[in-house]
Every structure is written in C-alpha cells, then in structure tokens.
C-alpha cells in the first residue's frame, strides 16, 4: 500500500491521530531524503519497533556549511516514495523548510552539541551538528516518536542524538542500525551520488583503511592505526582529513575491550566518512590528522 504523504503538521498529526489515541509505538527514521538500501534497512528496524512507520525526507538547510553545496543535494522525492512504498512505510512526511523553521533557520533557537560536537567531523564542519542536533529535535516535537532509527555510518551524528535524548530527558528510544555496503566494501550514502567511476574506485581505500586496523586489533590501538594510515597513505586522490580510534562515545580509546576506528576523507570535491568497531587487545587513543 502507498504510504499517506504529508506535506505539513496539520496534516501530520491527523495522520498521527489514530496512533496516539491508542498509544502505539511510532517509529521514526529521520532522512533527507535520496533512499537507498541503506535507508531500507533503517526502515526495516523500525517495523520491528513501532506499530506505526514514519519516514520523514527534509533536506535540512541549518546543517550545511555556506561553503557546502545545499542546492546539490540529491532530492527525487517520487523515487523516495516508491522505496517507501516497497518498504510498507505508513507516513512520509516531507515538510516545507517554513513549517520546521517557523522561525526561520538563522537567529532562533538551536541545541549546543557540547564539547563532543566540535571534534572530529565537528572540527571540520563548524555548526553542522548544532544543525542536526536542532532539526532532529524539532521532527521529535513534531513525530512524537517511541522509537527512533539512524544508521551507524554516521557515527558521531548517532552518538551525539542519543546524547541529546538522554541530557534533554526527551523520551524517544534511539536504535542504531549496521552500516550497509556495497559488494566492493563502499559504504552506502547518497553522497556516493556525486562520484565519478574513478573517483568510486578510489572510495574503496576507506572501507581498506578500516578492514586493515581492524585485522590489527588484538595487538592494540598503535598497530590499528598504523595498517589503516598506511593504506590512506598509499591511496591516489584520497585527502585525510582524519583517522581516529575511540571509545564507542568517542572519548579515548580504552587500553582493551571496544573502540572504533573512524574516517573522514575527500574524493575530488566529495567528502566521505565511514567506521568500524573494533574489539581492542591493548594501548591508549590514537588520532592522525591528514
Ligand atoms: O543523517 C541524516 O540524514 C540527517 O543528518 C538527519 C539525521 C536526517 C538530520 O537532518
């Protein structure tokens, strides 16, 4: 069945009526729309969540840097629906910007991220999480979800939301989802879009990067990041902007036991992130900068 496309919160909470009257769980999977298999699978956690699925596709102006290209990004709002449709989505909500920024998107109120909002991808884009931060918490106020889902290929994004919920007492269940990758190991995201065939190909050093430290994990986080430099260092067209080793909230890297190995780099004019975890034998937090 095609899912209720909604277009705006009066429409949204009529949708949403029958759902709260009888208290069901609704999940929510916040995207900007550009669905992929990626996306499907955040779809399909939140079945087995909620009674009711709500996908919402806003291409959120506030968490784009001016020098980032906000007019490029990928929206096909009909293929969106199809995917949703395949995935037995019951709402789309796709708002105008004005009906999320009533406001406005500069000078109203935002989220402070805190400290864990200005390292890592937040030493590289300056105020893309209070961005995020912000519109994940306005789309909260406006879903009311039980339940929300987000993939794990965002990383710092999914760590810092689930901050949020728990330092604003927000009530939603957060539920992180396992990357999804293409057969070559390229992590699927709708900035892949914008690679040329060669510049794909060159894509693929992140996920070697990643799949070499992890190979090196029970010798500790100096071997890690060690095998993993080395193969960005190796890669033709690929700019570091940073390999790093955390713990699972992305403070230091414990001596053993769980961490995350993580990535950021350019290809051509197209910035791509991805992770991994990792299970660590010994040493303390390793970061490199590009
Ligand atoms: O991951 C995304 O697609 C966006 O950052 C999100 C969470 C939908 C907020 O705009």
Same mark, same amino acid.
């Given at each position: 069945m095609e899912p209720s496309l909604v277009r705006n919160v009066d429409e949204l909470d009529d949708a949403l009526m029958p759902s709260r009257l009888a208290s069901s769980p609704v999940a929510h999977v916040p995207t900007m729309g550009g669905l992929h298999a990626g996306h499907t699978s955040l779809m399909r956690a939140a079945r087995t969540l909620g009674d009711v699925v709500v996908v919402?596709?806003?291409?959120?102006?506030?968490?784009?840097l001016p020098s980032e290209d906000l007019s490029r990004y990928p929206r096909d709002l009909e293929a969106?629906?199809?995917?949703?449709?395949?995935?037995?989505v019951d709402i789309v909500f796709a708002?105008?910007?004005a009906a999320v920024y009533p406001e406005g998107t500069v000078g109203g109120v935002t989220i402070d991220p805190g400290p864990m909002g200005s390292?890592?991808?937040?030493?590289?884009?300056?105020a893309h999480f209070r961005g995020v931060l912000t519109v994940v918490a306005k789309l909260f106020a406006l879903v009311r979800p039980s339940h929300a889902v987000f993939g794990e290929k965002d990383f710092q994004q999914l760590a810092l939301i689930r901050a949020m919920v728990r330092d604003l007492c927000a009530g939603v269940e957060i539920v992180g989802v396992p990357t999804v990758r293409d057969t070559d190991g390229v992590a699927l995201s709708s900035r892949n879009h914008f690679l040329t065939p060669e510049q794909r190909g060159r894509a693929r050093s992140l996920w070697h990067a990643l799949s070499a430290g992890k190979a090196?994990?029970?010798?500790? @986080?100096? *071997? $890690?990041?060690?095998? @993993?430099? *080395? $193969?960005?260092?190796a890669a033709d067209g690929l700019y570091l902007d940073y390999l790093a080793l955390t713990d699972?909230?992305?403070g230091p890297a414990?001596?053993?036991?769980?961490?995350?190995?993580?990535?950021a780099a350019r290809v051509g004019s197209t910035r791509?992130?991805?992770?991994?975890?990792?299970s660590l034998g010994r040493a303390a937090r390793v970061s490199l900068r590009g």
């Open positions: 919402s596709v806003f291409v959120n102006p506030t968490q784009f969106d629906l199809e995917l949703c449709m395949r995935e037995a708002p105008e910007v390292i890592l991808e937040g030493a590289s884009r300056p090196h994990e029970a010798e500790g @986080a100096d *071997a $890690v990041v060690t095998a @993993a430099h *080395a $193969v960005l260092e699972p909230d992305l414990p001596e053993t036991g769980e961490a995350r190995l993580l990535v791509l992130i991805d992770n991994t975890c990792l």
